[in-house]
């Protein structure tokens, strides 16, 4: 069993930057591909970025590539969005989340994933 805690959200105006660090506890979450989803109000969650077990591959969604960094450090058990230039679309509950498959193609959905956190705010206004 993983446990995933979100941290770092908040109001920032656009432009800004903010970033978001998920914990884990229980099982190390090293052998797992981590993602961050987000869910804004009356959308369904949507994929943002995922890094696998490595941390040698990273993936984004179009929305935010060149905005967003994800990385992580397996030794601390600790992953991050490093989230730049934020927009008012960008306003959303942000989740954390570890997935136990093998396989590319499910970590950009929901339904990839095993382990959830149980979110964050993050809101663009000015």
């Known amino acids: 069993q993983v446990q995933l805690v979100e941290s770092g959200g908040g109001l920032v105006q656009p432009g800004e930057a903010l970033r978001l660090s998920c914990s884990g506890s229980?099982?190390?979450?090293?052998?797992?591909?981590m993602g961050w989803f987000r869910q804004a109000p009356g959308k369904e969650r949507e994929f943002v970025a995922a890094i696998t077990s490595s941390g040698g591959s990273t993936y984004y969604a179009d929305s935010v590539r060149g905005r967003f960094t994800i990385s992580r450090n397996s030794a601390k058990n600790i992953v991050y969005l490093q989230m730049n230039s934020l927009h008012p679309d960008d306003t959303a509950v942000y989740y954390c989340?570890?997935?136990?498959?093998?396989?590319?193609?499910?970590?950009?959905?929901?339904?990839?994933?095993?382990?959830w956190g149980q979110g964050i705010q993050v809101t663009v206004s000015s």
């Open positions: 229980g099982r190390t979450f090293s052998p797992y591909t």
């Open positions: 989340a570890a997935s136990n498959s093998w396989r590319l193609s499910v970590y950009f959905r929901v339904t990839g994933y095993d382990y």
